[in-house]
């Protein structure tokens, strides 16, 4: 009886054993089926925004997934790459302002408020790019805010911001296709400055800020003393001041290229 018993202990035992083992596993899968609905449920409502995001930034490492029109990025064609909500997706130019900020004396001379660039040194019209959602006209007021200071309200956006040109030859900027509309924008009044001063002061990416005499663009300050093309531009500008005082025309000398693709007013 004893040795039956012993040995029924024993059977009992490891039955009970199997029986634990098997719930563990059948509450392991129901556990990780669960998971795995959650999981499904919560991918299936993301915004699809984000999916859109994620698809697009695969897409732009294997080039499989979707059709890329105008470019994919792995064809070395740098610029601003997307997709839309409608999943067309292609690669664009960026999108740039170049302001020539100007004043008239009383004689009729002219000047113009450039920078000078932190990387390169080189004196740039004041501008940037143009931010998502943003107008080209609020990009000129938070450009000329940020790199020199000068505020520009937006009755003198309306009334004096005129255009020049717009800007597009692929090769105008070493770093990437970038399209510039330039405007002109003439002080008519007393500057006002964020620091009340009413002097500009370089920030963000500019290092100074100087008022040069537009009869010396091209003159004195010309070739490689101007980033990219904005001697071309600075010239453009020139040409339409002395075409309304039938001035003389402008010597256009040491300009980035002599055939530079660009829209003119």
């Known amino acids: 009886m004893t040795a039956n018993n012993s040995i029924r202990r024993r059977h009992n035992t490891i039955s009970n054993s199997n029986n634990n083992g098997n719930a563990i596993l059948v509450f392991s ?43 994919h990025p792995e064809d070395d064609r740098p610029g601003s790459c997307w997709c839309g909500g409608d999943e067309y997706c292609m690669c664009t130019p960026s999108v740039a302002i170049d302001i020539v900020v100007y004043s008239k004396t009383e004689k009729g001379e002219y000047s113009v408020w450039v920078v000078r660039r932190r990387d390169t040194e080189q004196l740039a019209t004041i501008g940037g790019f143009v931010d998502v959602g943003e107008t080209a006209e609020s990009a000129v007021q938070r450009e000329a805010l940020e790199e020199t200071g000068i505020i520009i309200p937006n009755d003198q956006i309306k009334s004096s911001l005129k255009l020049i040109g717009v800007y597009s030859d692929p090769r105008r900027d070493n770093r990437r296709h970038i399209v510039s509309i330039g405007y002109a ?22 290092k100074d800020v100087i008022s040069v005499p537009l009869d010396q663009v091209g003159v004195k300050y010309k070739g490689e003393d101007w980033y990219a093309d904005h001697l071309t531009i600075l010239n453009d500008f020139k040409e339409q001041i002395r075409a309304k005082n039938d001035a003389a025309a402008v010597v256009r000398d040491g300009e980035l290229y002599d055939d530079i693709a660009r829209s003119t007013c």
């Open 29 to 71: 899968v129901l556990a990780l089926l669960t998971i795995l609905v959650v999981l499904g449920i919560f991918i299936n409502h993301l915004p699809k925004k984000v999916a859109y995001m994620s698809s697009a930034k695969k897409s732009s490492v294997h080039g499989e997934e979707r059709t890329w029109h105008g470019g």
């Open 185 to 206: 924008l003439e002080l008519t009044s007393t500057m006002k400055t964020k620091d009340s001063s009413n002097k500009p002061r370089a920030g963000d990416d500019a």
